[in-house]
């Protein structure tokens, strides 16, 4: 029976209970409801009423037993607006005030400091912007302030740190700044957790937090904060549980003060500039759960003391400079659930020890020099295993069957090592398993079909490896499948028409396999793929008319295959397209009506097809496009003016179509264009014309067989950048400019054929050192050959790397990259990286040469052709000596002129030559015998000239059978003409040097024989002697007369 005094008791309570329901109804209901009406009256306000009970009905409001409002809870509803408009003098009363995780801005309004009763203010998670006020220091029963996740700038106010009873402080994650290096903060002694992570303090470690000796919890994290570690922190901290340090700018070593730290459980200093090794004293903190020091440049060894932290749960050396083993000892951690040692330089194996880490869930040890086997022990040792990332090392063997054991997987991650075998059938075991990544390894057999029982997996990554047979039909049970990644394998056959089951597929890749037939039709009917690739297979047939039905297509290529038909409508309203690769197949149909306005489109390919119709103006809204390519295609029609609003264009392609017309005259607003070629086409006029200011970035310009007209185009003067011109084929005319010497100096191909250019050749081509191939040939050019072209620098160089191939195919797309991140889809494995490609290569530079006999292309090895074409003019005079001096060259073309001399002693020099051709012409003499010292060459025509005399032999002139290629050279004799007669041609040279000889002799002889004849009648004959003397007198006195 309950007492009197009790009964008494309950009625009381009930009694002010009761009026405590309907006490706070004047100003404090007013207060309440004016400030819900500036947050416009929101809907988890609506119990907020003026004639419901406001401490018994009100969302989140408490009253005291006096009935004043004295809590005010409202975590998590959404509230927008602004705390200016509530009347907080209303509220002297108020002791809690919790509006966390709400869409609350603007400033934090100073008349909080009137709210006196006030021990817990929470506005952490919202908006709040501006400073902190001071006044929030007059808050003097204040235990609890945490403002943390808002937008708060500025200095934190030192007023704060004289809150005489605080004990939890939190400002995380704001923009707050410390100018006056914590110069007028006080100490805290009552304060236990501090946390100002995030922010933008800098400065040395906060010399207030070192005399707050209570502090339990310290997170200074993500800040600017620099200077050591101080070694009186343990001293001065004692109590310290939990403390943060990361990611800011600490240096030296970690102090060996921290083992004082006996209560210390989360030690997390990673990502600052400490070095010295990670020292052995932290083996010897009994009481850590969490260490964390990733991210510094510690270096040394991992050492095996930590195996002794039996408590610990969290390690983290990631991208510690470690060279190190992984110490057998960590096996020991029995409590540790996360490791991660990746991005170091540990080498070794994985030892098998760590199986005794029994309660593992998340383990990486990627970007590591691991080697060996991965050990099958840790799979049915860790069934809490959730997470096992193994990357980029150098492990090898097979997969162990055992990982299904670790039933709990979700992530396995062991592509870019050196794995072999099978993939094992096991796997499809891991029913939870939703990221498998095997790629890049050497695994070889067919896919398995059990894989089709991983109905949660999301990724599948299977690429770089060597994998045969076709895609199982199970594929179709992968529901889940968001990503297929199984580019470069073997794999062949049909795709299976289950792969139209995939439902939340959006990545597929398929890309350099061996497939075959069609694609099944209702790929991408009602799926929104993103990416997809079928380039460089052998599918035939259309592509699915469904595929980009979700719109959401960015990346497409289906390069290289045998596909016919049209292409899918719906790619004209994929809007988010980034990258097309069509090349290469029999795509037919208008081109106007598969591509239309694509705003973020950046690379097209679609050469090589049979594609027809006109260009639109929409193209000039694909204002993000820099790779255009329509090449060898029917598209015709004149070249839009609206192409000049391409500004980021870099690479344009449109040769090989029936365009017509002239270019526009805007075209040089295309100032990103690097490579430019419009080549056989029927374009006509003049070339448009530049301002001479203009500075354009063009590396290779084409313009070869159209109808071209006017003069050497002037723009050529400001490109200075120019590696490659062509302008062959056209209707050009008029001198080569001088300036072609001075203002190209980057010119390494120069291609002017089938021209009316006129004139001589200038000299100052000898100026253009990276000259490297020069066809003037079938002009009207006159005039000796300058023999200043002997000093062309780059055809002096042997490159002597191979023989020269032509080329008409495309190299490996150069964009693909190789990429690190976790969430990456392709790769490229380190046993396939290319190189960095240079300009020339990302635009497909290419050049058409006569060589040996017809017109070719050269592409791959363009860099590697040297030669000199000036055939087809009406040249004069010597062939210049200083051409022997080109050792570089691999062809020399100079026939149809009307050269004369001989052949240079020395074109023996060109031992890279491999054509030479030098006929019809007038040239005379003997062919020199150092022509036989050319190993290299395959091609020789000296027909239809004036050359007599033997023809030298050598081992490569001997394999040049035709005898047509000395035709017409009456004096020649010898393989592969008619043979000479070496006895009697011998004979006659003899005898008509001794001729000579004796004619020599007897003239002497003679002249000596007269001489002493008439000197001697003289002497002995006086009569004689006195009529000669006589007759000098006589002329003597004439000439005295």
């Not at 090592?417 to 939703?434: D, R, Y």
């Not at 396999?513 to 079928?534: A, E, M, Q, R, Y």
């Not at 590696?723 to 084929?729: A, K, M, Q, V, Y």
């Not at 000889?997 to 002697?1025: A, E, Q």
Request: with cysteine; proline share 6%.
């Amino acid at each position: 029976m309950p007492t009197p005094a009790a009964v008494f008791a309950g009625l009381l309570v009930l009694l002010l209970t009761s009026g405590a329901a309907n006490a706070a109804t004047g100003p404090e209901t007013k207060a309440l409801l004016a400030w819900k009406a500036s947050l416009g009256d929101p809907a988890a306000l609506s119990s907020w009423a003026g004639g419901a009970p406001v401490c018994a009905g009100w969302r989140g409001v408490s009253c005291d037993f006096a009935g004043r409002v004295n809590s005010l809870r409202l975590r998590g509803l959404g509230l927008a607006g602004g705390l200016q408009t509530l009347d907080t003098a209303a509220l002297p009363d108020l002791s809690t005030l919790d509006l966390n995780g709400n869409n609350l801005a603007g400033g934090i309004p100073s008349n909080i400091s009137l709210l006196r009763s006030l021990s817990s203010l929470d506005l952490g998670s919202n908006s709040f912007e501006g400073p902190i006020p001071p006044q929030l220091g007059d808050l003097s029963g204040l235990v609890d302030l945490r403002l943390y996740n808002n937008n708060l700038a500025g200095n934190i106010p030192h007023q704060l740190s004289r809150l005489p009873r605080i004990a939890l402080f939190d400002l995380g994650s704001n923009y707050l700044t410390n100018l006056d290096n914590y110069r007028r903060f006080s100490p805290m002694p009552t304060i236990t957790f501090l946390s100002l992570y995030l922010n933008s303090l800098d400065g040395s470690f906060p010399d207030f937090v070192l005399k707050s000796g209570n502090i339990t919890y310290l997170d200074l994290s993500q800040n600017l904060q620099s200077g050591t570690i101080p070694d009186s922190l343990p001293e001065k901290l004692p109590n310290l549980m939990y403390l943060n340090l990361s990611t800011n700018g600490f240096s030296g070593q970690i102090p060996a003060s921290l083992s004082k730290l006996r209560k210390l459980q989360d030690l997390r200093i990673a990502s600052n500039n400490l070095t010295g090794g990670i020292p052995d004293f932290l083996g010897s903190m009994s009481q850590l759960r969490a260490l964390e020091l990733g991210g510094n440049t510690l270096g040394g060894q991992i050492p095996p003391a930590l195996g002794r932290l039996q408590m610990l749960q969290y390690l983290d050396v990631k991208n510690a400079g470690l060279v190190s083993t992984i110490p057998p000892q960590l096996g020991n951690l029995g409590n540790l659930s996360f490791a991660d040692l990746s991005l170091n330089k540990l080498t070794g194996i994985l030892p098998p020890a760590l199986a005794g880490m029994r309660k593992m869930r998340e383990f990486g040890i990627s970007y590591n020099l691991l080697i060996g086997g991965i050990p099958h022990v840790l799979f049915t040792s860790w069934p809490e295993l959730m997470a096992f990332e193994a990357q980029e090392n150098s492990l090898s063997g097979k997969i162990p069957p055992e990982v299904s054991k670790a039933t709990k997987l979700v992530i396995l991650y062991l592509f870019s090592n050196n794995l072999t075998g099978f993939i094992p059938a096991e796997l499809g075991e891991l029913v939870s398993l939703k990221q498998l990544d095997l790629s890049v390894n050497w695994l070889t057999g067919q896919i398995p079909n059990s894989l089709g029982k991983l109905t949660e997996l999301t990724r599948l990554a299977l690429f770089f490896n060597e994998l045969t047979g076709p895609i199982p039909t199970e594929i179709g049970d992968m529901t889940a499948l968001q990503i297929l990644d199984i580019n470069n394998n073997c794999l062949e056959g049909e795709l299976p028409t289950t792969i139209t089951s995939l439902r939340n597929l959006q990545y597929l890749s398929l890309y350099n396999n061996n497939f075959s037939g069609t694609v099944p039709p209702d790929l991408g009917k009602g799926l929104s793929l993103i990416d997809v690739s079928f380039a460089n297979n052998s599918f035939s047939g259309m592509l699915p008319q469904s595929l980009c039905n979700g719109l959401a297509l960015q990346n497409f290529t289906a390069d290289h295959n045998n596909f016919s038909g049209t292409l899918p409508p719906c790619l004209k309203n994929c809007v988010e397209l980034y990258r097309v690769r069509l090349e290469g197949n029999h795509f037919s149909g208008d081109i106007s009506e598969v591509f239309g306005v694509h705003p973020i489109l950046h690379f097209l390919d679609v050469s090589g097809n049979q594609l027809t119709g006109k260009l639109s103006s929409d193209w000039s809204q694909c204002v993000n496009l820099t790779y255009l390519s329509m090449n060898n295609n029917h598209i015709s029609g004149n070249v839009h003016a609206t192409f000049c609003g391409l500004t980021y264009l870099q690479s344009l392609d449109l040769s090989n179509n029936q365009f017509t017309g002239e270019l526009p005259g805007c075209w040089w607003k295309l100032k990103a264009l690097v490579f430019m070629d419009v080549s056989n086409n029927s374009l006509s006029g003049n070339f448009p014309t530049s301002p001479t200011s203009l500075d354009l970035p063009l590396q290779s310009l084409h313009l070869a067989n159209n109808t071209f007209a006017g003069v050497f185009p002037s723009v050529i003067e400001t490109c200075r950048m120019l590696i490659t011109l062509d302008l062959g084929n056209n209707m050009f005319l008029g001198d080569i400019p001088s300036w072609i010497g001075t203002s190209v100096p980057l010119l390494r191909v120069l291609s002017l054929p089938s021209n009316n250019f006129s004139g001589t050749i200038p000299s100052e081509l000898s100026l253009l050192s990276n000259l490297q191939v020069l066809d003037m040939s079938k002009n009207r050019f006159t005039g000796f050959i300058p023999g200043t072209l002997g000093n062309l620098s780059s055809m002096k160089q042997q490159n002597n790397n191979s023989r020269i191939e032509s080329s008409e195919t495309h190299s490996r797309d150069p964009s693909q990259l190789k990429l690190v991140q976790l969430n990456r889809i392709s790769t490229f494995s380190r046993r396939t990286m290319p190189s960095p490609p240079s300009p020339v290569d990302v635009y497909r530079d290419r050049v058409n040469i006569f060589w040996k006999g017809r017109e070719q292309m050269f592409q791959k090895t363009i860099e590697l052709m040297t030669g000199l074409d000036l055939s087809s003019n009406l040249l004069t005079g010597d062939i210049p000596e200083e051409l022997s001096y080109l050792q570089g060259l691999r062809f020399l073309n100079l026939s149809r002129n009307d050269l004369s001399g001989s052949i240079p002693g020395r074109i023996g020099n060109l031992e890279l030559l491999e054509f030479l051709d030098l006929s019809w012409n007038e040239i005379t003499g003997a062919i020199p015998s150092s022509i036989s010292n050319l190993p290299s060459l395959g091609v020789l025509n000296l027909s239809n000239n004036r050359l007599w005399g033997h023809i030298p032999t050598g081992s490569q002139l001997q394999t040049l059978v035709d005898p047509s290629i000395y035709g017409n050279n009456l004096g020649l004799c010898g393989f592969p003409l008619s043979t000479c007669e070496p006895t009697l041609d011998e004979g006659t040279e003899v005898h008509k040097e001794l001729g000579d000889v004796w004619l020599c002799y007897s003239v002497i002889l003679g002249i000596v024989f007269g001489f002493w004849l008439w000197l001697g009648t003289l002497f002995f004959l006086k009569p004689w002697r006195f009529s000669f003397c006589n007759f000098v007198d006589h002329v003597a006195f004439k000439i005295m007369q």
